[in-house]
Nanobody, 125 residues
């Protein structure tokens, strides 16, 4: 069993930046992909991006390229989501998730079997 814990959320002014962390513990050796999602009130969960756990190649949603990036530190079992140029519309709860399935890299949330508890990001105007 894998446990995921996100951190790094908070309140930031428009134009600011945050880096979210997601630490994985437990049975992580079968991890294939780590993904980031967010959900704003009244909206559907949105795929932000993913990183292949071993190879390190990343896939960031087209709408976020240039502002968001994903990286990892395998030694620390940690995945990061760097968010720059934040806007009020980025306000949401941000989740990391783990998948044993390679195609989860493309963003299908149903391919992810373990989710963190989420961290709130609030961007003020």
């Amino acid at each position: 069993q894998v446990q995921l814990v996100e951190s790094g959320g908070g309140l930031v002014q428009a134009g600011g930046a945050l880096r979210l962390s997601c630490v994985a513990s437990g049975d992580t050796f079968r991890t294939n992909v780590m993904g980031w999602f967010r959900q704003a009130p009244g909206k559907e969960r949105e795929f932000l991006g993913a990183i292949a756990w071993n190879e390190g190649n990343t896939n960031v949603a087209d709408s976020l390229k240039g502002r968001f990036s994903i990286s990892k530190d395998v030694a620390k079992n940690t995945v990061y989501l760097q968010m720059n140029g934040l806007q009020p519309e980025d306000t949401a709860i941000y989740y990391c998730a783990r998948s044993k399935i390679p195609t989860a890299w493309y963003g299908n949330s149903r391919a992810y079997d373990t989710w963190g508890q989420g961290t709130q990001v609030t961007v003020s105007s």
